[in-house]
């Protein structure tokens, strides 16, 4: 891989650590790894998400550089994938908000 040895936000793709995450849908503990943005539960297959934070990814203009053509683009593509999830359960919320009003009223 191409990672610029001066970048301090490389170091969690160059030297990925392993995280405990607890499942959104069983709470069975599951490792997510700092390079990863998404882990399949393996007790009931519920896809998890790590807190989404600003990576370097998104805001560097060398990330692309930096990390290599093929870790970039799988990185982006799993934001991209995560983003559109949070904006779609944000229109669901927004409407099942609506529909309460308008049941309550």
């Known amino acids: 891989m191409a990672f610029n040895r001066d970048c301090p936000g490389s170091g969690s793709f ?3 650590l392993p995280e405990s995450i607890q499942c959104i849908s069983c709470g069975n503990e599951i490792e997510i ?3 990863e943005m998404k ?3 393996r007790k009931c297959g519920t896809i998890n998400y790590k807190d989404r934070n600003l990576t ?3 805001w560097c203009k060398f990330a692309k550089e ?3 053509p093929e870790l970039y683009s799988k ?3 799993e934001k991209n994938g995560i983003t559109a999830k949070e904006e779609a ?3 669901n919320a927004e409407l099942a908000a ?3 009003e308008k049941g309550a009223g």
Do not use: F
Request: glycine fraction near 4%; charged fraction near 30%; proline fraction near 4%.
């Open 66 to 68: 930096c990390l290599g």
């Open 56 to 58: 370097c990814v998104e």
């Open 75 to 77: 990185l982006m593509e």
């Open 33 to 35: 790894w700092s390079d």
């Open 14 to 16: 160059k030297n990925p």
């Open 98 to 100: 609506t529909a309460a």
């Open 39 to 41: 882990v399949r539960c």
């Open 89 to 91: 359960a944000k229109k």
